[in-house]
């Protein structure tokens, strides 16, 4: 079973301006006021100080827009890229802290989405803690374990809106 991430964005969550092919995008995973994660994509030309969002951003990447995929194998690449993409900057903020159940959580499922397609090997687990290496980068990283409940993943789900594939 594989996760699908929220996918881009067609419109900069800052303007509601359309998104158009070679647009340079910054997405964020901010956790919300109700305390549920989002993402929020904006064009990197309307991003400054005061419009960064306001919420506890726990990831930032930046992405240029591509054209529409023409075949299904295409549009699992991009989806592919997101994942991945979404996973690097989540894993490059640092561990997440053992009491910040969600984050750990959504790192965990990206982790296992990434290991299924083949893009993280998985390495020795040790005390709640598997250690992956990212074959693209052959970089290491350690991914906190958890329970993944029916009460986690309701609270994940805006991150991981599609089951699939």
Known sequence: MDWTTKPLARASALTGKPFAEGDSIVSFVVRTQGDLLERLDYLESELTPETTPAAEILGRWQRV????????KEAREQATAGVEEMFLALAAEGAAPAEDIDRVGLIQMLALTLERRRMLKP??????????????TQTPY??????LTPELLMRIQPQLPELGA
């Open 65 to 72: 827009v591509k054209p529409t995929p023409v075949s299904k």
């Open 123 to 136: 390495m020795d687990a040790a005390d709640g803690v598997q250690r992956y290496l990212h074959l693209a």
């Open 142 to 147: 350690d991914v906190r374990t958890v329970a």
